[in-house]
């Protein structure tokens, strides 16, 4: 299918909102115009491709002289224009559900991972608004189908989604120490969350959909590096930064247009205020 006829088939059929279909309709028009003239098959393309789309079309003028390279241009970005950068993720949200409709369709294998490519900036300055019973409902469903064709690591994700749910704050996830994590003789969890200066923290008794995604990471959870005791391990066994479960849950939040749409956007503060019941037990 081309790639344009495409980018209406999607928006023709799924449930976007007018207004969200008119801004998706703007900013794949965007892209698709920037790979026809750069020589780029929309098909086939790289992260790299959508980071020098989003540096020649948006985002040069607010740059400087600093090169748009990766995590930290990001992050001086959303330091000093956070409106630009709110921005720039919501224009990457569209091409994320853009792809993801092409492999809905088999046009491709797996939709391109962006993650990189979003600062994270994405809340007012206000408490996060918990998610309503319907969004929780749906977001359940969006982790459970969080798999080999979304991510390599998918195991080590869908338990960050749900360690979010029990109460533990971003911080915290990416900071439970394998040292202070019990199996109980009933076959559940219990995890302490060190604190910022590595003081253990409040107990959790970990629900059942968190255990189980618990011993299905465990099995393949990577060789930590020497000295790395933290249970999320990233790149060569070193545990993942404090932004990653932000970036991951708006990846996540991407795949279902309830949660793509909402206002104020899903963050991973959504997710731990929330919990899985509606009194939450953190």
Not at 15 to 23: G, I, K, M, N, V
Not at 77 to 103: C, F, G, M, N, W
Not at 139 to 166: C, N, P, S
Not at 221 to 245: C, D, K, M, S
Request: hydrophobic share 35%.
């Amino acid at each position: 299918m081309d790639p344009r006829a495409l980018l209406e088939d999607w928006l023709a059929t799924g449930a976007l909102r007018p207004s969200t279909q008119a801004a998706y309709r703007q900013e794949v028009t965007s892209w698709l115009t920037w790979c026809h003239t750069a020589g780029a098959d929309p098909y086939n393309i790289g992260i790299e491709h959508v980071a020098r789309w989003s540096e020649d079309r948006y985002l040069r003028p607010y740059l400087g002289t600093r090169p748009f390279d990766g995590p930290e241009a990001l992050a001086a970005l959303a330091d000093e224009h956070p409106d630009v950068a709110k921005s720039h993720d919501r224009r990457i949200t569209a091409l994320t559900q853009y792809y993801t409709a092409a492999t809905d369709r088999r046009i491709l294998h797996a939709a391109p991972d962006l993650t990189m490519l979003r600062s994270g900036v994405d809340r007012d300055g206000q408490a996060p608004r918990r998610l309503t019973p319907m969004e929780r409902a749906v977001f359940l469903t969006v982790v459970g189908m969080w798999g080999k064709a979304q991510a390599r690591h998918y195991l080590r994700d869908r338990l960050i989604a749900y360690l979010l749910l029990e109460g533990l704050r971003p911080a915290e996830v990416v900071r439970v120490d394998m040292r202070h994590l019990y199996e109980q003789t009933d076959f559940s969890y219990q995890v302490r969350a060190p604190d910022d200066f590595e003081n253990v923290g409040k107990q959790f008794t970990l629900e059942p959909l968190t255990g189980a995604a618990l011993k299905a990471y465990l099995k393949q959870r990577p060789t930590p590096e020497e000295g790395v005791h933290a249970l999320i391990l990233g790149q060569g066994g070193r545990p993942v930064n404090t932004r990653y479960p932000n970036l991951l849950i708006r990846q996540i939040t991407d795949t279902h247009p309830l949660l793509a749409q909402r206002q104020p956007p899903v963050t991973a503060d959504t997710i731990a205020h929330t919990g899985y019941w509606d009194t939450p037990g953190g």
